[in-house]
């Protein structure tokens, strides 16, 4: 997200003027993945007790459920689409820039995605065990050499991976439907895994996170089709131009944006109404939709703005400080959530639960704008966007 996150390093397009819809993407994309994230660092046993029991709820038809329902339908799976789409237009805008000053390609974008590797790997280790950026540097190598190939060939692929994800999701969804695993979602978290983010120690969380790694980050093997695709549309769209200031940028904003929403809402709705077990094809399919259409709707909505005020402006330099924003999101609900922090998770159930997490949701996007919104009047990078380019020099 700044040549890792996705590339904030550069947002500009073909002729190296600056894309100012990028950056403000990126920063919704960043903190509209903690409207996910958030939830799994308040439940029971955290990473583990999601994938042992389940999103979970807080009670059938009371308004803090339904407003629960509602906040996680429109995240699940959206913003990491989106972000994922963003990280293949930052790879594209990074090609054009080798390509503009005749600096071999992949070159030496293969120690940043090595780098962004390393990156992602203490991240899951120390902070959160479902780190996006181990994925996207397995994948940003592929979709890297895929530049130097033919359009036709980059089409073939793009479509390939599609198919094979779509096959893939099909088939596990199956599965858990016919074992009726959603029946028994709920229930199954153990009390050990519980007391361990509630009352555990720092190095006995991340000595966890080590001994059941294979399990933990088994998401990007499996979406692994999903990036590529996600990576390849990025760079299709693009070079199309979807995100200029122009007409040509207004009216593929305004398609997608339509097609998007349009698809991807019904099929949302459709999904959640089936029940738990449909729910890879919730957030691996239907997300990826309609996370198109975000695009297109946030895009339309910027294309009105005449004054950056407060809100765009704390949106943008998020987006200009994505990886920083990204794991200082984390590291904050790591903090106030577990017990060797505050502990608050184990503080607020049944409704003030629900509150209690959209308010942690809140908070915690509140401090990241205006965080971003100070440190970018004294620097020209995040932190960790500085530090990444310091040791990129060496």
Not at 33 to 58: C, H, R
Not at 180 to 204: I, K, N, T
Not at 218 to 238: A, K, T, Y
Request: hydrophobic content about 50%.
């Amino acid at each position: 997200m700044t040549e890792t996150l996705p590339s904030t390093v550069s947002t500009s397009g073909a002729g190296g003027s600056r894309l100012a819809l990028l950056d403000v993407l990126r920063g919704v994309a960043i903190l509209g993945t903690l409207m996910t994230n958030v939830w799994i660092f308040t439940a029971p046993g955290a990473e583990w007790g999601i994938l042992q029991s389940g999103t979970g709820g807080s009670g059938q038809g009371t308004v803090p459920a339904v407003a629960e329902l509602l906040f996680r339908v429109a995240a699940d799976g959206k913003f990491l689409s989106m972000l994922t789409i963003l990280f293949g237009v930052g790879l594209a805008i990074q090609y054009d820039s080798a390509a503009r000053h005749g600096r071999p390609w992949p070159g030496r974008y293969r120690r940043r995605a090595l780098f962004l590797f390393a990156e992602g790997t203490l991240h899951f280790v120390l902070v959160f065990a479902w780190d996006v950026l181990m994925g996207y540097a397995v994948t940003a190598l592929l979709v890297a050499w895929l530049l130097t190939r033919s359009d036709r060939a980059r089409r073939r692929v793009m479509w390939w991976a599609a198919g094979l994800h779509l096959a893939v999701m099909g088939l596990l969804t199956a599965v858990l439907v016919q074992a009726g695993a959603g029946q028994e979602s709920g229930g199954g978290v153990s009390r050990e895994v519980v007391d361990l983010y509630a009352h555990g120690s720092y190095p006995d969380q991340v000595s966890f996170r080590l001994e059941n790694a294979l399990a933990l980050r088994l998401e990007p093997v499996l979406s692994f089709g999903l990036l590529v695709f996600l990576f390849l549309l990025g760079v299709r769209l693009f070079r199309a131009g979807a995100f200029g200031a122009d007409e040509t940028g207004r009216r593929l904003r305004a398609r997608m944006l339509r097609w998007g929403l349009g698809l991807g809402i019904p099929l949302t709705a459709a999904v959640a109404m089936a029940g738990q077990d449909w729910f890879l094809l919730g957030r691996y399919c239907a997300a990826p939709l309609v996370a198109v259409g975000y695009i297109g709707l946030i895009g339309a909505v910027v294309d009105q703005v005449r004054r950056p005020g407060p809100l765009t402006t704390g949106l943008t330099s998020v987006g200009r400080m994505a990886l920083s924003g990204y794991v200082l999101q984390n590291v904050l609900c790591v903090v106030v959530s577990y017990g060797f922090g505050l502990g608050l998770a184990t503080r607020f159930t049944g409704s003030a639960h629900t509150w209690w997490v959209m308010g942690l949701w809140a908070a915690v996007c509140v401090v990241l704008m205006v965080g971003a919104t100070l440190w970018l009047r004294r620097f020209r990078y995040g932190p960790l966007e500085s530090a990444q380019r310091w040791v990129l020099r060496r």
